[in-house]
């Protein structure tokens, strides 16, 4: 690949990236401006032209789901920016919000113009003491300049943006969770339908949408959709339901790389490609043994797969469950994958919210059969114990209310089919961990 000129990350590192008077000398809110003298559907057109997926995980088509709102709606219409960035693995939401909160600002007017919106919500997870802080900082700019509040640049359209910090909990991704959680609940996620573009925040319209998504907005209005979707790969012809996948992507890379990072490229790269030439290949001269493409809950790639192309499609074809968060974690050959599954179904244990049995339960066992095969007590039926498991829970099999279930079984099913020997090789062998209760960590 060519080089990529950034696009996202253009203005990361440079000095007073944080400031809206460099913002603007670097160009910035040119697409605010251009977008408030357009028709709102117009917005919302280019959007949907351009092909940008939610990069929050589903890939959900960003300018469809804002046609879902319900049309001339007399109340109040709710943006929520979800900054919760929970997936293990993930961390460009949090480069967004602390190197250049005012991309993200520009994408959120913009958005909020073509929705209508006159309230929006960032929800921050607690941890990101830093992004509150630049945020709130950037939201005080943008309200002394008059590109916030009432008749933002003299168009008569008025915004008001609040930071709300979360608790700490992976379940407050999850739209409805976070939510709940604005509204000052628990973060329990709701049954869908309705989903929140009839029915969200306080019960109205809502649309929630990641941060990095609305930090792609301003430069589709600005550079049009079509340099957007020259970006990244095309549908694939012979799958209808490949909706393509297009624009510079962030990619996290982690794990055992000589260079972790977040990486901009075109959406597509191979996982090969994206370890070797910018994570500098796997450290200390070993191999990768397992690759993990989206954030934990996508599941493996194994070595014989790390062609797959990072878009969309390509680790659903190798048997993920998705794209994910695009944060990709790399495993070396000297890992016991038996540690990284306890280490991933110990999490999902512990962020599961409770609501639906098969999730709470299953999550729970999924960790004590773990717990038990690494105390050196594990049967060879325990493997297809934890396949029946995780057969039975989530929103594919019709279980569950949410998909954190999905994601809790994902990778359990990805390492038996992939790496099935590696467990019952450790089962047999009466091999046992030191601390088979413990956290794994480096
Ligand atoms: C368990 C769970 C956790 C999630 N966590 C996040 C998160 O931290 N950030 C995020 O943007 N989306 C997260 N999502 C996806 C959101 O529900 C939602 O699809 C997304 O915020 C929509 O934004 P997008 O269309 O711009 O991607 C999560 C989903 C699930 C099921
Ligand atoms: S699937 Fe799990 S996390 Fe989601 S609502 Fe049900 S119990 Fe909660």
């Known amino acids: 690949m060519t080089h990529f000129e950034p696009v996202l990350l253009r203005r990361v590192g440079k000095p007073d990236s944080t400031s809206l008077e460099a913002y603007r000398a670097d160009g910035g809110c040119a697409g605010l401006q251009k977008a408030l003298g357009m028709d709102r559907a117009a917005v919302t057109d280019m959007v949907k032209d351009s092909g940008l997926r939610g990069r929050g995980g589903a890939g959900f088509p960003c300018g469809i789901k804002w046609t879902f709102l319900p049309k001339d709606h007399p109340g109040p219409i709710y943006l929520c920016v979800n900054g919760d960035e929970s997936e293990p693995g993930t961390f460009n939401n949090r480069i967004l919000m602390e190197e250049d909160p005012h991309q993200l600002l520009e994408g959120i007017a913009i958005a909020g113009y073509a929705i209508r919106a006159q309230t929006a919500y960032i929800y921050l997870r607690y941890e990101f003491g830093k992004s509150y802080r630049t945020l709130q900082r950037a939201i005080e700019e943008w309200y002394a300049a008059k590109l916030l509040g009432k008749n933002i640049l003299g168009s008569g359209y008025s915004l008001d943006v609040y930071l709300h910090r979360g ?184 962020e599961s919210c409770g609501q639906c049995t098969p999730c709470r339960e299953g999550t729970a066992w999924m960790q004590k059969i773990l717990e038990r095969i690494r105390a050196g007590r594990g049967q060879i039926r325990d493997l297809d114990l934890l396949l029946e498991i995780a057969g039975s829970m989530g929103i594919i099999p019709g279980t569950t209310i949410c998909g954190l279930s999905d994601g809790a079984a994902w990778p359990v099913k990805n390492a038996l089919a992939k790496f099935r020997a590696e467990f019952e090789e450790y089962i047999t062998s009466g091999r046992r961990s030191a601390d088979p209760l413990g956290k794994i960590g480096h």
């Not at 608790?167 to 604005?182: D, F, H, K, R, V």
């Not at 012809?237 to 055992?256: A, E, F, I, T």
């Open 167 to 350: 608790a700490g909990a992976y379940i407050c991704g999850e739209e409805t969770g976070l939510i709940e959680s604005l509204e000052g609940k628990r973060a329990w996620p709701r049954i869908k339908p309705p989903f929140p573009a009839i029915e969200g925040l306080f019960r109205k319209p809502t649309i929630v949408n990641n941060v990095e998504t609305l930090a792609c907005v301003p430069h589709i209005v600005v550079r049009g959709p079509e340099w957007f979707k020259s970006l990244g790969v095309p549908a694939d012809p012979n799958n209808p339901r490949d909706l393509g996948s297009y624009g510079p992507k962030l990619y996290c890379v982690s794990g055992h790389v000589n260079r972790p990072g977040c990486f901009e490229l075109p959406m597509g790269i191979t996982a090969r490609d994206l370890i070797d030439r910018y994570a500098y290949g796997v450290w200390k001269g070993r191999k990768a043994k397992a690759v993990v493409p989206g954030g934990i809950s996508m599941g493996f790639l194994n070595a014989a797969e790390l062609d797959t192309p990072l878009d969309f499609n390509g680790p659903i074809k190798a048997g993920c469950l998705g794209l994910g968060t695009a944060a990709v974690i790399v495993i070396d050959d000297q890992t016991s994958m038996v540690d990284v599954l306890y280490n991933s179904c110990r999490f999902f244990a512990h």
